[in-house]
């Protein structure tokens, strides 16, 4: 039982590290007002992370819901938001009356789905972890594993809520928020594509 909590732990902390990343500034967006709220970001991780582990343990009975080349493009999911709250920053920004209160990205506009989506797709490449360890794991282990990386995620809640809402961060940040999030999200989005190899095997069934 100790061993599966310890390496539960291992496991989680491994492979969420970028989730942190992430985290950290969906909760930033909690404070700069719209629809996003704290409590959307916390659900809409555990409806991700509760995803992940479910399609892990399918594929881990045998069954393969997304072949796994395949993948890779929910990268399409982060990327396109990032892009959305670019364009929508440089055209506030031309016109001239860009007002902060006003301010709603795609992110903050998507809500608990448009988080959950995130969440899934930077976890997408977890599955091929998962996979493996609840396929070998007495079922015990994997129930107790899947405990743990609940319990978990409520500490990465805490964690990335306490730097996303810190005044200090939040005033370092100020400035640079509006293109910083995009390019967070464009950036997790390339990624995922480019390390799931799904483009060039797009192009290959293209040509």
């Not at 899934?120 to 743990?148: C, E, H, K, W």
């Not at 961060?169 to 799931?196: D, N, R």
């Amino acid at each position: 039982m100790i061993g599966a909590v310890v390496a539960a732990i291992g496991l989680f902390v491994s492979t969420n590290i970028d989730d942190l990343v992430v985290l950290t500034i969906l909760f930033l967006a909690t404070t700069r007002g719209g629809t996003l709220t704290v409590w959307k970001v916390i659900a809409g991780q555990y409806l991700g992370l509760i995803t992940l582990i479910m399609v892990s343990v399918v594929a881990a009975l045998g069954l393969t819901l997304v072949p796994d080349e395949w993948v890779g493009f929910l990268g399409l999911l982060p990327l396109g938001i990032g892009v959305y709250g670019l364009i929508r920053f440089l055209v506030r920004r031309r016109n001239a009356d860009h007002d902060d209160d006003d301010d709603e990205s795609a992110i903050r506009a998507g809500g608990l789905l448009g988080v959950a989506g995130i969440t899934i797709a930077n976890g997408a490449d977890n599955i091929s972890l998962y996979t493996p360890v609840f396929r070998t794991q007495p079922v015990l282990d994997t129930v107790v594993t899947i405990v743990v990386f609940l319990i978990l995620l409520a500490g990465w809640c805490l964690l990335a809520r306490a730097i996303g809402t810190n005044r200090r961060v939040t005033e370092a940040l100020e400035k640079i928020e509006h293109w910083l999030v995009p390019a967070v999200f464009i950036g997790l989005g390339l990624y995922i594509l480019i390390e799931s190899g799904v483009i060039p095997r797009l192009i290959g069934v293209l040509t």
